[in-house]
């Protein structure tokens, strides 16, 4: 089959097939929909600025280069990547110019978060004075990638991952246009439309790379579920370790260990490491997860994640992962308590109020004028007393009542209170 066709097919599916109107468009009814937000805005030819903030292959560029084509004004399209102040500079000098004219002009800027401050600046300006209507897309969330007197000046609108219904009826919209890769030309197995979608992460870009792929991998355009694996191999699932995708995967890893679902946080994990993440770093997140999460209601906890680390730094991967397994489903699986947590946080508050004087009976006594003064005076040595304790005041006197641990009733824990509250009766 010769797949080209008298067609030029170095430009790649995702943007031969790419929506020019809205009514094309599939996704975001919330606010593409009759009524909503964008739908309105065109409908009125009231062009406000924007930030779309989505993941790869939400929308963010389609609904941008939609926007520019129904408002019939001049339109400049820059990336964040590859241009400079110059560059921006220019179009601003133009949409100046524009205004006067009683003209708008759009400036869009892809990947904005990838700009700094001054860059930034230098949109702020024509922004505020209306020489320009600014349409940016980001990956990253701009509450913390654009400087806050732009983000007051623009709508954030959220793009989220398209549904894998939406993607299956991209797949049908751009078999049903595009003169190469089309139901004429293409024959799926069961299943594998589906699989596709799902192996897309809610991208439709991605979706119609790994379709293009697999077409292009099939000589006769009869797509298999081990075409489809091929088409994979090289592609792994999108995860930036320095944005959202990063702190938001490993956010769920812990909140699953946090409400012991061992099948969640084993799930997240895998997620991680097909994505590439560095074991080190989850094996690390999970000693701070052991103490601040499980604490003492099982204090085997904290030497298991240290050892994962410690077996990891030594083992390397692929086999690493059995180990970061293990002890991501035993953090999940046991008792929860964050008392030792919560304990240092009040004792921080309380020692950062006041400078209280340590009791002179436990303060150290190395020099005889020192045990002259009374340091050390009066200290009950708990060895020399029946059950290694003695009832002694060890806090300040001005907080000698406070409590900072309070022990939970889970697992291990349980019993530390029970001895706590024999030893402390009138304070546990």
């Known amino acids: 089959m010769n797949h080209s ?36 805005a065109m409908d009125s030819a009231r062009i406000f600025s924007i930030i779309f903030w989505g993941g790869p292959g939400s929308g963010k560029t389609t609904l941008a280069k939609i ?19 110059a560059d921006v500079r220019k179009v601003l000098d ?28 230098a949109v702020l300006g024509a922004v505020e004075s209306g020489d320009v209507v600014l349409i940016g897309a980001t990956t990253e969330n701009p509450s913390f990638s654009v400087i806050s007197p732009l983000l007051s000046r623009v709508r954030v609108i959220k793009l989220s ?30 299943g594998v439309r ?16 790994i379709l293009e792929t697999a077409f292009y991998l099939s000589k006769d355009g009869k797509i298999s579920m081990e075409i489809l694996k091929d088409a994979m191999e090289s592609s792994l699932l999108y995860y930036d370790r320095a944005g959202d995708r990063h702190y938001d995967t490993i956010s769920a890893f812990i909140k699953s260990m946090r409400g012991s679902d061992p099948d969640a946080a084993v799930y997240y994990l895998a997620k991680m490491l097909i994505a590439g993440e560095d074991p080190e770093f989850i094996a690390r997140r999970m000693i701070i997860f052991a103490s601040e999460d499980v604490g003492n209601a099982s204090p085997h906890a904290l030497p298991i994640a240290v050892a994962s680390l410690t077996a990891v730094q030594n083992i390397g991967m692929p086999e690493s992962e059995i180990i970061l397994s293990q002890c991501a489903v035993f953090l999940a699986s046991s008792p929860k308590s964050n008392a030792s947590y919560l304990a240092i946080v009040k004792a921080k508050e309380t020692a950062g109020q006041s400078n209280y ?27 020399d007393h029946e059950g290694h304790f003695v009832e002694d005041s060890y806090l300040p006197a001005e907080i000698k009542d406070q409590k ?25």
Not at 5 to 23: D, G, I, Q, V, W
Not at 67 to 85: D, Q, T
Not at 198 to 207: N, P, Q, V, W
């Open 5 to 40: 066709a008298n067609y030029n097919t170095t430009t790649p599916l995702a943007e031969r097939s790419r929506p020019l109107a809205l009514k094309d468009f599939i996704g975001h009814e919330y606010i593409t929909g009759d009524g909503k937000l964008i739908k309105s």
């Open 161 to 190: 991952n398209h549904s894998d219904k939406d993607l299956l009826a991209i797949m049908a919209n751009a078999l049903d246009r595009d003169q190469v890769i089309n139901r004429d030309t293409v024959v799926f197995d069961e």
């Open 404 to 428: 900072f641990y309070s022990p939970s009733e889970e697992g291990s824990e349980k019993g530390i209170l029970e001895r706590l509250r024999r030893l402390w009766p009138g304070r546990y």
């Open 357 to 383: 004087e340590i009791p002179m009976h436990i303060r150290n006594a190395p020099t005889g004028l020192m045990k002259k003064m009374g340091y050390g005076r009066d200290y009950k040595y708990p060895h």
């Open 94 to 121: 133009i949409g100046k110019k524009n205004r006067v004219s009683g003209m708008q002009t759009i400036l869009f800027l892809d990947e904005i978060h990838r700009f700094n401050k001054a860059q930034q600046d």
């Open 67 to 85: 926007i520019s084509e129904s408002s019939g004004v001049e339109s400049f399209f820059l990336s964040a990547i590859s241009s400079g102040v």
């Open 194 to 209: 589906e699989r596709i979608a799902a192996l897309s992460g809610g991208d439709a870009r991605r979706m119609l790379n």
